[in-house]
């Protein structure tokens, strides 16, 4: 198991394309993400090749249903023998709970974080969803109702991270999208930080894409990277 902080999204629309960009990194140096689009078209076969290749995998399916469902849903995901799985905070304490205490029960080594709120997300996108806190005051608020629940740590911005971690301590891990560098297009991400700001501002692993994935030589850039957090 790589103890590298840099997760890589898999963002391919194929199995093909997915499968090559694996092979043209060095999973010593990195863990991969799949996301919704792949695991749609591709389904466990692709976490099962990537696992082939050495890499922890992060499913990120951000599970949201009733408890029961979305319990058995982290567990078919752990099954799969991945390294992380995630649901929404917002399916609340008791669901969160369950889905914990099911890992638990099964013996099942799988980290299980909570997605606050989303990096596209501002201010005003919370009140056109009758949510009156700021951006920040509510992903501090779900980051408690996930730290209560014992999951092991939430889906965040890094311009969060600071303030999650002097709440919550050191062992509660923040798994940071919305990363891109200096000279990157922001695309569709509203809050976003370089990678060693995001490190510096405690985040424990940084999700980054396009940064990798649409370069010449993925693994140039990702030791490139790696070596701007050293």
Known sequence: ???????????????????????????????LKVGKELFTVCGSEVVKAFHQRGFDVFLDLKFHDIPNTTAQAVLAAADM?????????????????L??????????????????????????DLAQLGIARSVSEQVVHLAGLTHEAGLDGVVCSAQEASLLKQKFGKQFQLITPGIRLADDDKGDQARICTPPEAKQLGADFLVIGRSITTANNPNEKLRLILSQLN
């Open 81 to 97: 023998g991945v390294w992380l799985t995630n649901i929404h905070a917002s399916v609340g304490v008791d669901a969160m709970k």
């Open 1 to 31: 198991m790589t103890t590298s902080p840099i997760i890589v999204a898999v963002d391919k629309h194929n199995l093909n394309d997915a499968l090559a960009l694996a092979d043209s990194l060095d999973p010593s140096l990195c863990r």
């Open 99 to 124: 889905c914990k205490s099911r890992l638990q029960a099964g013996g099942y080594q799988t980290m299980l974080i909570a997605v606050t709120v989303l990096t596209s997300m501002r201010d005003a």
